[in-house]
């Protein structure tokens, strides 16, 4: 019998009072966490170092196993490794650090990796991938040398090799981390323009507001709303003040 097919107006993703434990701690990193991501939905999480976004994430795309609680893809639990795959094929993980998500010494056989792994022909997976980077601002770069790109380069390449993917949501990994304000400009601006749900864990709170539209923390091994009028205060300098910005 034929799987009834997948519901995409229900939620992508569905935490149910999710815990976790790593193994030989005597302490949960969480206790019950509900979250719901919906399709185009944008939340932003922050907090500090340790309070077990990173880890949230592993948790949301199966790379750790929850110690309790249920997780949902488009409404069905997911159980097994097939079931996983499945709610793999709608997500797209960002990691923090891009050296560690490159595998390929030029940035189209990158990018096109990800199309080819969905079982995409080699001629369509290279279409997929030149207009990921022709999205996110990399047209002209296929031949280039991964390991030779600046650090706001290689983030975009692994962007692009997400997108390329065609995910209905993105889980982002602290994607601001060492990027230059010009690149960080510019992920935001990609990001405004695409389709996708996107969770984006990050301390940059500035960011946040700008590609997100709820807000979440992690205290005491739970997931909290946050009001975005609470969230911070903050001062900064600039070379030029005379002139607006």
Request: charged content about 25%; some cysteine; overall charge negative.
């Given at each position: 019998m034929?799987?009834?097919?997948?519901?995409?107006?229900?939620?992508?993703?569905?935490?149910?009072?999710?815990?976790?434990?790593?193994?030989l701690?005597s302490?949960p990193?969480?206790?019950?966490?509900?979250l719901?991501?919906?399709?185009?939905q944008?939340?932003?999480?922050?907090?500090?170092?340790?309070c077990?976004?990173?880890?949230?994430?592993?948790?949301?795309?199966?790379?750790?196993?929850?110690?309790?609680?249920?997780?949902?893809?488009?409404?069905r639990p997911?159980r097994s490794e097939?079931?996983?795959a499945?709610?793999?094929?709608?997500?797209?993980?960002?990691?923090?650090?891009?050296?560690?998500?490159?595998?390929f010494?030029?940035?189209?056989?990158?990018?096109?990796?990800?199309?080819?792994?969905?079982?995409?022909k080699?001629?369509?997976a290279?279409?997929e991938?030149?207009?990921?980077?022709?999205?996110?601002?990399l047209e002209?770069?296929?031949e280039?040398l991964?390991?030779?790109?600046?650090?706001?380069e290689?983030?975009?390449?692994t962007?692009a090799?997400?997108?390329?993917?065609?995910?209905?949501?993105?889980?982002?990994?602290?994607?601001?981390?060492?990027?230059?304000?010009?690149?960080?400009?510019?992920?935001?601006?990609?990001?405004?323009?695409l389709?996708?749900a996107?969770?984006?864990?990050?301390?940059?709170?500035?960011?946040?507001?700008?590609?997100?539209?709820?807000?979440?923390?992690?205290?005491?091994?739970?997931?909290v709303?946050?009001?975005?009028?609470?969230?911070?205060?903050?001062?900064?300098a600039?070379?030029?003040?005379?002139?607006p910005?």
């Amino acid at each position: 019998m034929s799987e009834a097919p997948a519901d995409f107006a229900a939620p992508i993703i569905e935490l149910r009072r999710i815990g976790f434990r790593y193994p030989l701690e005597s302490a949960p990193v969480f206790e019950s966490v509900d979250l719901t991501l919906m399709p185009g939905q944008r939340l932003g999480l922050f907090g500090p170092n340790g309070c077990g976004k990173t880890t949230l994430l592993s948790v949301m795309t199966g790379l750790r196993p929850t110690s309790s609680g249920e997780i949902l893809h488009r409404g069905r639990p997911v159980r097994s490794e097939s079931d996983f795959a499945a709610l793999r094929r709608e997500l797209g993980l960002l990691l923090q650090n891009a050296d560690d998500q490159i595998l390929f010494p030029t940035v189209l056989d990158d990018v096109a990796f990800g199309p080819l792994n969905l079982g995409l022909k080699p001629a369509e997976a290279e279409r997929e991938a030149r207009a990921a980077l022709a999205f996110v601002g990399l047209e002209g770069f296929e031949e280039r040398l991964s390991h030779k790109l600046s650090g706001g380069e290689k983030k975009l390449v692994t962007l692009a090799g997400v997108l390329a993917m065609r995910p209905r949501a993105l889980l982002l990994d602290e994607p601001t981390a060492s990027l230059d304000p010009a690149t960080r400009d510019r992920l935001a601006h990609i990001l405004a323009h695409l389709d996708a749900a996107v969770l984006t864990v990050s301390h940059d709170w500035d960011f946040l507001n700008l590609v997100a539209s709820d807000y979440y923390t992690i205290e005491h091994g739970r997931l909290v709303r946050e009001a975005a009028a609470q969230l911070h205060w903050h001062a900064h300098a600039h070379p030029h003040p005379e002139q607006p910005h």
